[in-house]
T-cell receptor, first 114, second 116 residues
């Protein structure tokens, strides 16, 4: 079992719809959870982080965390073509060790269609 | 504004060459990382460092070494480049925040290395 799992996609949604991206993780003691957006040929950029159960909203983005079920999701409301990118889920495990290493999923490709 | 800068955006090297990838951060972060990213495999950690002159192997250290002589600079070295090291290389840094808090990694712009 991979430590952080994401569906690779592509996930296609029409413009204006809600895009829902999901991520599951194996380490039950994981502490912090991050969503990065990566445009093709570019480096990842952080868009959200969450460490408490429940929802966290920032503009059109909502991160949802359910530690009991070991999943974290990202909702993008009113999806725009500019949201088309690969979304990486990253998890700080319980024992991140020196360096506070994050474990990354392989990413979900999102396509927002006109 | 936080900044992680990688020395080259694109690099083409020949098999057997020694290759240096440089990364500099201006955020006074203790932690620095080198990843490679390949289609379908995601981000894989090569090496990381949590202090000057300190380094630890990541998940795929074979064929690589690193150097961290100064806090702001972390270098990745390919001792003898091979074609299977053709990849996107990403440097990142983070601060050692307390348990459970935001320990996000900031990434450089990436170096696309092609070994021919």
């Amino acid at each position: 079992q991979k430590e952080v799992e994401q569906n690779s996609g592509p996930l296609s949604v029409p413009e204006g719809a809600i895009a829902s991206l999901n991520c599951t993780y194996s380490d039950r003691g994981s502490q912090s959870f991050f969503w990065y957006r990566q445009y093709s040929g570019k480096s990842p950029e952080l868009i959200m982080f969450i460490y408490s159960n429940g929802d966290k909203e920032d503009g059109r983005f909502t991160a949802q965390l359910n530690k009991a079920s070991q999943y974290v999701s990202l909702l993008i409301r009113d999806s725009q073509p500019s949201d088309s990118a690969t979304y990486l889920c990253a998890v700080k495990p319980r024992y991140a060790g020196g360096g506070n290493k994050l474990t990354f999923g392989t990413g979900t490709q999102l396509k927002v269609e006109l | 504004d936080v900044k992680v800068t990688q020395s080259s955006r694109y690099l083409v090297k020949r098999t057997g060459e020694k290759v240096f990838l440089e990364c500099v951060q201006d955020m006074d972060h203790e932690n620095m990382f080198w990843y490679r990213q390949d289609p379908g495999l995601g981000l894989r950690l090569i090496y990381f460092s949590y202090d000057v002159k300190m380094k630890e192997k990541g998940d795929i250290p074979e064929g690589y070494s690193v150097s961290r002589e100064k806090k702001e600079r972390f270098s990745l070295i390919l001792e003898s480049a091979s074609t299977n090291q053709t990849s996107m290389y990403l440097c990142a840094s983070s601060s050692p925040q307390p348990f459970g808090l935001n320990t996000e990694a900031f990434f450089g712009q990436g170096t696309r290395l092609t070994v021919v």
